[in-house]
């Protein structure tokens, strides 16, 4: 790892302020991606500014239909908070699917989806569920926040406070993760909100998370098996590597779907 | 380099270490105490786990500075003197080792699975191992000497 300093802050106004003198800074929430890039030397910034004690970001809260959590709340705590469970269990279950338990008692919602990795978990939830993100100067829907690969709509001096989920219970994640790295190659979140249908699709896109609208017009139309069925991802523009094809992802998005429309009717 | 002030085993540690060092390195290297392992370059093995306020985390992942402030268990402050814990015992009994290497982080993993689960069965000590590797016992052993603590503890 190359040198760098380390700035512990308390506020939320200390880490923009750290951001804003520094450019060269990064935000240091969990660590679980940004210390192993670190490590392999893939990046070197020259302050990690730790945010993970600030107390006003670590809750999970109920308000006006929507369950809110912020931003350095971890992935045990969600997938162990109650009120989730009963709330939005789709969400529980995908955040006890991130990683391993290790990963999961350090690593937060709001590092997983500022990195807006193109495999992560989280990203599917915010696109599948209309989350509204709110960061340290505005207001962003799910479909603004995130950008492309690795890429949102955060500016270099503004982060993340809290993720707003509106309450589906008609919702549903399921992924295919690889057999040895356990990232998805392909994930789907269905949410279905009386008439409002919303498909995303993780893992597989080479501009990553994205809503899959063809997926969502088929089951607002016909809320049934056969609906989703009948609808396959085209692999153009879908990741092509060495765990497989493009064709192979799209194939495994269409069984991946299937699934997590049965997981909402069981 | 800054200041980081910990308990480690029960004991009371303060140091100065640089800002970019691991927790791992900081264990292993500058307290020697050298059962915690690094058996990874890439934050999957589990070999460096050990317990910072209560929860399993990879000291590989972590910076020293993080744990600041905390209170850390390794695999050296689980046995009482002489007398091993319930899960190094059922480790023993069970032959759950072979090479030895992930054991460390097996074991530390195992005390916190049976922390947070009071029922524990094949299924889930296999999910709550994603993170941590074994090469050489198929997990079979490891498996049964988690479930045969828990039975203990």
């Known amino acids: 790892m190359y040198q760098f300093n380390y700035k512990k802050v308390e506020t939320v106004q200390e880490a923009v302020n750290e951001l804003s003198a520094n450019p060269e800074s990064k935000i240091l929430a969990g660590g679980m991606t940004i210390i192993p890039t670190m490590k392999q030397r893939l990046a070197s910034p020259e302050q990690l500014i730790d945010i993970r004690n600030i107390e006003e970001l670590n809750f999970i809260r109920e308000e006006s239909n929507n369950i809110i959590i912020g931003s350095t709340t971890n992935h045990f705590t969600v997938s162990s908070s109650d009120l989730i469970k009963e709330k939005i269990p789709s969400l529980s279950m995908l955040a006890e699917g991130i990683g391993d338990p290790h ?154 779907a299937i699934r997590a429309f049965e997981g909402i009717n069981e | 380099m800054s200041l980081v002030e910990l308990e480690i085993n029960g004991n009371k540690v303060s140091q100065d270490v640089e800002d ?69 015992e059922a480790f023993r009994e069970n032959h759950g080792l072979q090479c030895g290497f992930c054991t460390p982080g097996m074991i530390m993993a195992a005390v916190d699975i049976i922390n947070r689960n009071s029922i524990l069965d094949e299924k889930t000590v296999r999910e709550e191992l994603e993170g941590n590797l074994c090469r050489c016992t198929g997990y079979q052993n490891i498996v049964k000497s988690i479930i045969a603590a828990s039975e203990k503890m």
């Open chain 2, 20 to 88: 970019r060092q691991l927790l791992v390195h900081f264990i292993r290297d500058d307290l020697n105490l050298t059962g915690t392992h690094v058996g990874c370059d890439t934050s999957q093995c589990g070999a460096c786990v050990v317990h910072v306020d209560g929860k399993a985390v990879k000291s590989c992942s972590m910076l020293a500075l993080q744990a600041n402030n905390s209170k850390i268990t390794t695999i050296e402050g689980l046995a009482d003197g002489e007398n091993l814990h319930p899960v190094q």
């Open chain 1, 103 to 256: 990963v999961r008692n350090m690593g937060t919602i709001g590092g997983a989806i500022s990195n807006n990795d193109p495999t992560a978990d989280y990203p599917a939830a915010c696109l599948g569920l209309g989350a509204k993100i709110k960061t340290s100067k505005r207001d962003l829907t799910a479909e603004e926040f995130f950008v492309s690969l690795f890429e949102t709509a955060l500016e270099e001096d503004e982060i993340v406070i809290s993720i707003s989920f509106p309450i589906i219970k008609n919702s549903f994640y399921m992924k295919f993760p690889n057999p040895a790295s356990r990232y998805a190659m392909a994930g789907v979140f269905i949410s279905k909100n009386e008439s409002d249908v919303r498909v995303a699709v993780t893992g597989a896109s080479e501009n990553g998370v994205f809503r899959w609208n063809e997926m969502e017009e088929s089951l607002s139309n016909d809320w049934s098996k056969s609906s989703v069925e009948n609808v396959k991802l085209s692999p153009e523009g879908i990741m092509s590597d060495i765990h497989g094809s493009s064709e192979y992802r799209a194939n495994l998005a269409n069984i991946m």
